[in-house]
């Protein structure tokens, strides 16, 4: 059997069964009355919505209303004035459903100021994971070799335009990652990826590090920006406790296009820096731990990749010889948290294309291997033109949560490479539609394996 996510341990759905139990402690019903429950935001910026219930019983049918407000974090009820309606068409000849409703509104306000709060908390709990996915916070993935990832939270020192993360979203118990990593080992699975927000602003990331290292033998890789790795004694610390790779986000060669990408001033020259920290560190380890690159391609930095690939070589990889940079991988990325922000950068396909395949032969020139079609990254079409980059292609074995969202617009129908490409992301076809595509023929372009 293939891991997958949904054999880790579900995180979101506790906070659902405590809302759950504080209800029925409001409204004296028992487990076996049905009880449904949802909440609507009627503006997401001011914090305020509604949160309605569905009580369905021997006694009758009855709904309750209640106005939910956010402000600065902390979630409040009306609860002195609940809105209650019958559920049946026809009150007159249900009477049931009007006793129903008498009682549940005598029990809301007999109830003591301890039931009340006890509910407040947990529709408090709730609504700061509303919209949330587990798999934003644990993932198992990947083509062939699969691996998992944790996200340790979202806070983070920069506020990358380009991400599909709130920085407000709640951090996962410190417990539950200890037992994600258990059960990670369990599976069979080979390499764990620590991600964030910034994984290294997080806490206990030593530990984790160790405990997934040391005691479960897992393979261990920080995704980051490598600002806090300058710290050599902190970077050292990680890695005695094993981590084996770091995947640093590194997206243009010139400061300003970075800092702007990322709106942190200033914060470019540190990933920088962190970088060649953890080169320089490695070199004195004898290669440990690996350092590769990721960079996130918008219109903003895409006409500039050649130069990236330049900077990479001259500062990255031809100083540290064979503990140098060990791949750069371009990823393409999917709707930001910013959807308006994320119209305007998404970049075409018919202009990342040139700059894109200029790039990766000059890396590829110096030794580093280039990565374009992960989950994260490109149609294959974006290579079109340059059969060399084809090789790491792998046809016919896609995951699932990697074609998740993805979509092949009619010009890709005749393409021979279509069964081994992810296609087009849906945001990307509502923005520009297939502008770009160029199908390849029958293995005219190259071939792949």
Known sequence: MIASTDQLTPYLETFRLRVDRAFRAL???????????????????????????????????????????????????????????????????RSADYRFFRRISAEIGARSSAVV?????????????????????????????????????????????????????????????????????????????????????????????????????????????????????????????????IFVSYHSADPAVSDAMTHAPGTHRRTREGIETCLRTAAARGGNPQVRLNCVVERSNAPGLPDLARDVVERFVRPFGAHGVRSVEFSYPNLSFDRERWVDAVAPLDEVRGP???????????GVEVILFTGCGFPICAAHGAPELLDTVILGDLDTMDVEGRRWPDGCTACSLKPACLGLRREYLEVHGARGIVPFGERSDGGGR
Not at 188 to 193: M, N, Q
Not at 356 to 366: C, D, G, T, V
């Open 356 to 366: 894109l395949i200029e790039a990766a032969r000059l890396l590829r020139a110096a």
């Open 117 to 245: 709060a006890q509910v407040v908390d947990a529709v408090g709990a709730w609504w700061q994971h509303e919209g949330l996915g587990d798999w934003m916070y644990r993932q198992i993935t990947g083509s062939g070799h699969r691996y998992a990832t944790l996200r340790l939270g979202f806070r983070c020192n920069q506020r990358c335009g380009f991400c599909w993360q709130g920085r407000a979203w709640p951090d996962p118990p410190p417990a539950l990652l200890r037992q994600w990593i258990v059960e990670v080992a369990a599976l069979g699975l080979g390499t764990l990826t620590f991600s964030g927000g910034e994984p290294t602003l997080h806490p206990d990331l030593v530990e984790l590090t160790r405990l997934a290292y040391h005691e479960y033998h897992l393979e261990v890789v920080i995704q980051t920006n490598a600002i806090r790795l300058r710290d050599v004694a902190y970077l050292e610390a990680l890695i005695d406790a094993g981590v084996g790779s």
């Open 27 to 93: 409204l004296g019903i028992s487990p076996d009355v049905a009880l449904t429950w949802e909440a609507r935001c009627d503006d997401r910026k001011l914090g305020t919505g509604r949160l309605r219930l569905a009580v369905s019983g021997p006694e009758g049918d009855v709904e309750i209303a209640l106005a939910l407000v956010q402000r600065k974090g902390v979630v409040t009820l009306d609860m002195a004035r609940p809105r209650l309606a019958y559920r049946s068409v026809d009150e007159l000849a």
